[in-house]
């Protein structure tokens, strides 16, 4: 791990560690894009649990999804009952978060204060991945003590990639 990691990183770990969850860990070249993070792991892009940070009329809110599927912005709108809704700035990433850069942001939006809501077909996979704080740390986790943990909403909200 580099000096620039963030801590979310190590709050992250803690947080599995103290509720006894069992996960596994990878440091690994940089990576930027779901397919890149996918190939470093081994996994198949389905399993990959991406972290999208978006703004809902005034509020911020946490959205998972399959990496192999791409955000339906129609269905979260419906499901908040909000008119207005767009990704968040990379500012907004960074503020929000405490230092972190789209595509490192860890699928708890819990560790920032934001209400999660999770693609129910991410349950398709007994394990997820995803990028845990840095480019460069990746976790492993089952699927079901992700949920049993983090207790996002469960809805539809995302869309095969065209």
Known sequence: MSETTPPVFNRLLETLRSAGIDFTQMHHAPVYTSAEAAAVRGTTLHSGAKALMLKAEEDFVMVVLPADMALDSSAVRRLLGVKRMRFATKEEVFK???????????????????????????????????????????????????????????????????
């Open 96 to 162: 929000l978060t405490g230092g972190l850069t789209p595509g490192s942001i860890p699928p708890f939006g819990s560790l920032f204060g934001l209400p999660t809501i999770s693609d129910e077909r991410l349950a398709e996979n007994e394990r997820i991945n995803f990028n845990a704080g840095s480019h460069s740390d990746s976790v492993q986790m089952a699927y079901n003590d992700y949920i049993a943990h983090e207790k996002p909403r469960l809805a539809r909200v995302a869309t095969l990639q065209r």
